[in-house]
């Protein structure tokens, strides 16, 4: 189902388990408006973030990508974050040469009780996306979404 | 026997460009990085043929407008019926349409007849590949000038060879002698660009002749290598000595006109989803490696063994002394680290012979 | 183009009747062809395989384990070792697979008429087996004495032993079971297959033995079948090999000139020695 | 050649202990050389040494780890060797390295291009150009267009790591350093983020997907079990679509940060010269600046993405 035109972009939030899934609930459960077009996926943690999910995911027309774990030294695992840290700054370099914008991509760390930060951190990263509109398609693929529309039309 | 036909060379753009609307039109193109095939489109075949490159052979051989790199042989999808089960239904996708393949070499054109013998044969009809080859006119060209890998005398071939040709093409100075080899060659040059020739036959003899002796000599005739090729099998420290410098990167195959290994994978998304057909390499690890993890070819030497075993040993023991190896010479120069093939197969017929003697005796 | 009879890449669709849980690694599926004419004249013989397709995952080649003679349904035993085992595994009764057969050649049953048959079989390779011996009960008469011996690592690891019983009992047929590590009250023999086929010691006169199995179990009862005096060409067997297309095209199954999918799988081990060395 | 002869001498003296010593011999012509395995003495007559000498022959070396091996390096080749050491896919004890003074080596497509694809009897490079004898006559390239770019802004034309070294040091005419060399990742950085994306579509449309910038890739010691070639996790399909073809490039870019010596192998293999050496220049410039380090120059160092520190000096978290 194409995302309609302005309406909601498909943003990917990977988020630690530990930390920035639980700031998440408390921002949920603390009743914080955020906008709706992140999906969160869960995962241990942010050092077990391969860069290459998020080069899949905007590859594959993701419009923008948040990773998000526990602050440096708060990793439940002691140094995940630490890890993961090198990995994101090499990976911000890797996107801009393959002609990705590297604003559609941030990582950064939001502990548990966090709720509000991660409340700003969504609709500032949001904005950022909506800023930059819908990710480039592939040439032959978009051919072959326009296609789909209008099989799916007629 | 049809008429031999001329036409000049500047009037080939405006022929192709003609055909374009009726069949779709591949010809050589020279680009940035050298010569390859490219599919001709209709309104700027103009445009297109401006950089037709006919005097030099193309870096990519043509063989996927007859084996696609990915070609999709299935189209399958699942949907949840309201009684809860899930039905399937899957769906062939055939190819469609006349083609046109102008300008491959008589080597290229011949590497088609390596495929008939295996997709077209008794054991098993490939529909996809026979909708293809006979939707397709191969319109060759003799070849004048030839590179310094190139062999094809030294395999049955010919740089005017006709075998797997619909048409030749040979140049001359002011374009080309047209000679028409079949029904669907003749159709194909119903164009008022085309002129009568009869009276040039031996003009265009002279260039095939000269042709034929401007291709460099190679170390031996490479027809009678099957039996030799097949005594080595045993020689580990041949072929390990042979592939010391190989990469095993299978690039020689993925640039091998005569080369047919397929891969078969689905790949889906969702409840939809295609069953594919993709160039394979054997000369890859993950060829013959199987679920229970034993692999009959583990290294590079076993792999190379069984690539030249197929072209000079296997394939025309089976094929009555045809050879699957057409002498174009691409896997020697676009090797990385040039492995020349001509030199491993003399070596190896010269290794066998001296090991014939001894055994003779024994 | 879009009938499997004359586009050989487009598998049969087929419904599963019946799954059968044989081993913790091992199911068996009974399956019927959708299309109820292609099932009542689908012919093959004792030996031949099968790609079975789950769309999605992809193919791989099984033995038809059920011999021609009993047309109900079309078996196959899959032990569970990678992607497509796994999702076969996971498929249910009423699920919908694809079944492209029959593929290869099968066992020459013809030749081995007025002949003893020796089976031997380890594990998995016991399926191969099963579809040949099955078929030669049904036609008794045209056989000599069947002696079956049978062996897997633990009484748990037994494909078939619903059946097993009825072989023992047989009167026409000879069976052995054989474990490397038996469970307690394990009423039959316990030790290597290659041993206890020495000890029983079958005659290789007017015999064929018929072997499948692990490479390590055939390369042993090769080796004893030697001892006790067979042939090459009385000694039979199946080789595995990875497999896409199934009929001798896409070049990957060859061993030297012969393409396992369509010259094999079913060997003697006197045509093995001719081939290159690269099993 | 008097380097050449000294090295012989070199190796000649070392063979005997050795299993193998790899060099560089004459290949179809003398613009294009070729890997020469030399086992006994009569090999080292096969022995070439000159601008032809492109192959990285360190990508031998993981495959012959536990033999007694020899190898002759160009500087750039002599940092992939110590990476190896430093990752441990190489064993210093069987290892003999062989040094010269390298004065460039040339890109060969683009001569065999000038050339007009004749066989090249003769090439000479020196004066700040390089000269082909073919038989249809002269051909001459100046420096900045016939050497491969890596020459051209090279900072160790010889071995940082050797046993034996032929010749004085020093000596290699250097390649004039021209001022920013037009690379692609310079003209790809000119371009807007949508034009580079089009470009390796483009590019990314014509690879063949035959792996050969992996073959040849020194530090690929996993190619029989590449994460591309995976169908759990399944990050590349076979679909043969620029999307799939880029993910690998990103997968190899990745797999090779901060590791990546720059030797250019993988652009060189490319049969269709797709640039994919970009993705990783990319890559080592920004690691440089924010570990501050360069791979394969130090035996003794780890690679930045092996470890990590508490507080990094050049990485600035974003504040929301």
């Known amino acids: 189902m194409p995302v309609l035109e302005g309406k909601e972009l498909r943003i990917i939030g990977f988020l630690c388990n530990w930390c920035s899934y639980g700031g998440a609930d408390t921002a949920g459960v603390g009743r914080f408006a955020q906008p709706t077009d992140l999906r969160i996926v869960r995962l241990p943690c942010t050092g077990r973030i391969n860069p290459l999910f998020i080069v899949r995911a905007l590859l594959n027309g993701t419009d923008g990508v948040l990773v998000s774990g526990c602050h440096p030294r708060d990793c439940h695992y002691t140094a995940g974050n630490f890890y993961a840290r090198r990995r994101m700054e090499v990976l911000k370099a890797l996107l801009p040469v393959l002609g990705i914008d590297p604003l559609r991509f941030e990582y950064t760390w939001v502990s548990a009780s966090e709720g509000n930060r991660w409340q700003t951190v969504v609709r500032e990263f949001t904005a950022q996306i909506h800023g930059l509109g819908p990710a480039p398609a592939f040439a032959q693929e978009a051919s072959e979404q326009a296609q789909a529309v209008l099989k799916a039309v007629i | ?362 | 183009m879009n009938s499997p009879q004359d586009n050989l890449y487009l598998p049969y669709m087929a419904t599963i009747q019946e799954v059968v849980t044989e081993t913790p690694a091992i199911k068996t599926f009974r399956v019927r062809l959708n299309d109820p004419a292609a099932m009542d004249n689908f012919q093959f013989e004792p030996g031949q395989v099968g790609q079975l397709s789950v769309f999605g995952a992809g193919e791989s080649t099984f033995v038809i384990n059920s011999p021609p003679t009993r047309k109900e349904y079309l078996q196959f035993s899959v032990m569970k070792v990678g992607e497509l085992t796994g999702k076969l595994h996971s498929l249910r009764a009423g699920d919908q697979i694809g079944v492209r057969a029959p593929l290869g050649n099968a066992f020459p049953y013809r030749q081995m008429q007025g002949k003893d048959i020796v089976f031997i079989g380890g594990g998995i390779g016991m399926a191969p087996l099963r579809t040949l011996l099955l078929y030669m009960l049904d036609n008794r008469g045209d056989y000599g004495k069947i002696t079956l011996l049978y062996g897997a690592r633990s009484p748990a690891d037994m494909a078939f032993s619903y059946e097993l019983p009825q072989w023992l009992e047989r009167d026409d047929m000879h069976t052995v079971l054989t474990v490397d590590n038996p469970a307690d009250e394990w009423p039959h023999r316990v030790g290597l297959i290659p041993n206890i086929l020495k000890e029983m010691n079958p005659s290789p006169q007017n015999a064929v033995a018929v072997t499948c199995g692990p490479p390590i179990m055939i390369k042993f009862t090769i080796q004893a079948l030697h001892e006790l005096g067979f042939a090459d060409e009385q000694i039979i067997t199946t080789l595995e090999k990875r497999m896409k297309c199934g009929v001798g095209i896409c070049g990957r199954c060859n061993i030297g000139t012969e393409y396992v999918c369509q010259d094999g799988p079913v060997f003697s081990y006197a045509q093995l020695k001719k081939l290159p060395n690269e099993l | 050649m008097p380097q050449l002869e000294s090295l012989k001498d070199a190796i000649a003296k070392a063979l005997p202990e050795l299993d193998v010593v790899i060099a560089w011999g004459r290949g179809l012509d003398a613009l294009g050389a070729t890997p020469l395995f030399i086992t006994k003495p009569e090999d080292l007559d096969d022995m070439i040494l000159g601008p032809s000498c492109v192959h990285n022959l360190a990508t031998y070396l993981p495959g012959l780890r536990d033999r007694k091996v020899g190898i002759v390096v160009k500087g750039c080749d002599s940092r992939s060797v110590i990476e190896l050491l430093q990752e441990g896919l190489a064993d210093r004890d069987n290892l003999t390295v062989f040094g010269f003074a390298c004065s460039g080596v040339v890109n060969v497509p683009r001569l065999r291009g000038a050339a007009d694809r004749h066989p090249v009897q003769s090439m000479e490079h020196d004066s700040g150009q390089v000269r082909l004898q073919t038989d249809t006559g002269p051909v001459a390239l100046p420096e900045a267009e016939a050497l491969a770019a890596k020459c051209l802004t090279c900072t160790e034309p010889e071995a940082l790591i050797c046993d034996h070294f032929a010749g004085p040091h020093g000596t290699a005419e250097r390649a004039a350093a021209s001022g920013n060399p037009q690379g692609t990742l310079e003209r790809l950085e000119a371009m807007d983020f949508e034009s580079r994306f089009r470009f390796w579509e483009q590019e990314m449309s014509r690879c063949l997907r035959c792996y050969a910038c992996r073959s040849a890739c020194p530090l690929c010691v996993c190619q029989d079990h590449c994460a591309a070639q995976s169908r759990n996790p399944h990050w590349v399909t076979q679909e043969d679509t620029p999307r799939e073809k880029l993910m690998f490039q990103a997968i190899h870019a990745l797999h090779l940060a901060g590791r990546c010596t720059e030797c250019g192998e993988c652009e060189r293999a490319c049969p269709m010269d797709i640039p994919v050496l970009a993705l990783k220049q990319a890559l080592n410039r920004e690691i440089h600046r924010l570990f501050d380090y360069r791979a394969g120059t130090d035996p003794q160092a780890t690679p930045p993405l092996f470890h990590f520190k508490e507080t990094e000096e050049n990485i600035k978290e974003r504040d929301w």
């Open chain 2, 1 to 362: 026997m049809a008429t031999t036909l001329f036409i000049q060379r500047g009037d080939i753009a405006a022929w192709l460009a003609d055909t374009a609307a009726t069949h779709t039109v591949y010809a050589p193109l020279r680009d940035k990085t050298g010569v390859h095939f490219h599919r001709l489109c209709a309104q700027d075949a103009a445009a297109q043929t401006q950089a037709l490159e006919l005097d030099r052979q193309a870096q990519t051989p043509p063989k996927n407008v007859l084996l696609p790199a990915c070609e999709t042989l299935l189209e399958f999808s699942y949907a949840k019926q309201e009684d809860g089960s899930t039905s399937l239904d899957v769906q062939p996708v055939m190819p469609q349409g006349a083609v046109l393949l102008f300008g491959p070499r008589p080597c290229d054109a011949r590497a088609f007849t390596v495929f008939d013998r295996v997709y077209d044969a008794g054991r098993g009809k490939d529909p996809y590949y026979t909708a293809r080859r006979a939707a397709t006119v191969v319109a060759s060209v003799v070849c004048t000038r030839p590179e310094q890998s190139c062999f094809c005398t030294a395999v049955g071939g010919a740089p005017d060879d006709t075998e797997g040709s619909d048409i030749l093409f040979t140049p001359v100075q002011d374009g080309f002698i047209v000679r028409p080899l079949t029904q669907a060659g003749e159709a194909v040059l119903r164009h008022p660009l085309f002129t009568e020739a009869a009276h040039r036959e031996e003009e265009a003899a002279d260039v095939c002749a000269a042709a034929r002796a401007a291709v460099p000599c190679a170390p031996a005739d490479f027809t009678a290598a099957p039996e030799p090729v097949a005594a080595l099998f045993d020689d580990m420290e041949f072929w390990q000595s042979v592939t010391a410098k190989c990469l095993s990167c299978g690039a020689c195959t993925y640039l091998c006109p005569t080369c047919y290994c397929f891969n078969i994978t689905d790949e889906s998304n969702g409840l939809e989803g295609r069953r594919l057909r993709t160039w394979d390499n054997c000369m890859s690890f993950q060829f013959t490696l199987e679920g229970s993890g034993h692999n009959p070819r583990p290294t590079k030497a076993h792999r190379y063994r069984n690539r030249i075993g197929h072209k000079f040993s296997y394939y025309p023991r089976i094929h009555d002394g045809a050879l699957s190896c057409v002498g174009c010479g691409r896997c020697i120069s676009s090797c990385p680290v040039t492995m020349d093939i001509r030199r491993i197969v003399h070596s190896a017929m010269q290794r066998a012979q001296c090991a014939t003697p001894e055994q003779a005796h024994e």
